[in-house]
């Protein structure tokens, strides 16, 4: 089991930066795959971005790419999203997710953070 704790969030300008961290505890980090997803207001959470195992295969949704990088270290059992270039739509609740294989599904993920609120203003 993995235990999953999300930081970084805040409020920013539009075309500003903000760097999340997920740090996990528990066995073996580097056996599980891991995701960002987000939750804006009055709407469904989806997938944001995902990294594999070794940090050799990432996949961003279409609305990210180009703008937000994930990445992970695992010497210190943390994932990182990089998020740069922000829009007001990117204002959400950003979840860590941790799970045996990767995709933009959240059911493929068992373990889930408690989220960390980005702002994004105009």
């Known amino acids: 089991q993995v235990q999953l704790v999300e930081s970084g969030g805040g409020l920013v300008q539009a075309g500003g930066s903000l760097r999340l961290s997920c740090a996990a505890s528990?066995?073996?980090?580097?056996?599980?795959?891991m995701a960002w997803f987000r939750q804006a207001p009055g709407k469904e959470r989806e997938f944001v971005a995902t990294?594999?195992?070794?940090?050799?295969?990432?996949n961003y949704a279409d609305s990210v790419k180009g703008r937000f990088t994930i990445s992970r270290d695992n010497a210190k059992n943390t994932v990182y999203l990089q998020m740069n270039s922000l829009k007001p739509e990117d204002t959400a609740v950003y979840y860590c997710?941790?799970?045996?294989?990767?995709?933009?599904?959240?059911?493929?993920?068992?373990?889930w953070g408690q989220g960390t609120q980005a702002t994004v203003s105009s």
């Open positions: 997710a941790a799970g045996y294989s990767t995709g933009s599904y959240s059911h493929a993920y068992q373990y």
């Open positions: 990294i594999s195992q070794s940090g050799g295969r990432t």
């Open positions: 528990g066995r073996a980090f580097s056996m599980y795959g």
